[in-house]
């Protein structure tokens, strides 16, 4: 049976152990974003585990360094245990702009997807910002099918108009809103 899974709050000193996470994921559609319309293209791609060396965009120490950045930004970061290993973790920074949250980060280890980790790390980052007074949440969606399908079923929708400065960091990505 496999072991119960823990959500708590994760401190700075944690942060390195975004490294205990498995990025790795076969994606067979990708979405491409026109104003509120997805559209799907099939094929076969593969996003690879973060380097464990190095400082480029897909390593350790770029995502360590990213959650460390959204924590300087007033955000707090959450992580789900199973068996004393980090297997996932969310961040949310409240009021990115006034009333609006954004879910800044978000990673399930990919042996344990699918089990219902990443809708309690969402559910707990709504609860967060929601008690921070925001009343939107935007998210910069990895555009592969699961996630995007993981956000539309969480009630987030491709965004008509994306925040400029999150458009300009990610412009291949969907951006997503949803009420809190
Ligand atoms: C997107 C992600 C965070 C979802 O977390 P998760 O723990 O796998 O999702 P859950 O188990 O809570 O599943 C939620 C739903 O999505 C489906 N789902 C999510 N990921 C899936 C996958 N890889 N394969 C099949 N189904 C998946 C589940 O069946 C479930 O469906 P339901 O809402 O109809 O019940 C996780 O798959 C992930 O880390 N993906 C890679 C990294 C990524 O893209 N992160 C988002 C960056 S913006």
Known sequence: MAAP?????????????VGEIRRAERIEVLFEQRGTELIARHGSWDAPNWHVDGEGDHSV????????????????????????????IGVVVPHLRPGIAQLAFLHVSSEVRATGIGIRLCDDLETIARRAGDSE???????????????LRRGFRPMEHPLPELF???PEDVHMSKPL
Do not use: K
Not at 62 to 88: C, N
Not at 137 to 151: C, D, E, H, Q, W
């Open 5 to 17: 899974v823990e959500i708590r709050a994760l401190s700075r000193d944690d942060l390195a152990r």
């Open 61 to 88: 120490d770029a995502q360590q360094r990213a959650v460390e950045h959204y924590l300087d930004m007033g955000g707090t970061a959450i992580g789900a245990f199973s068996d004393a290993h980090l297997v996932g």
């Open 137 to 151: 949440m935007v998210v910069t969606a990895t555009p592969s099918g699961n996630t995007v399908r993981f956000y």
């Open 168 to 170: 300009a960091l990610e």
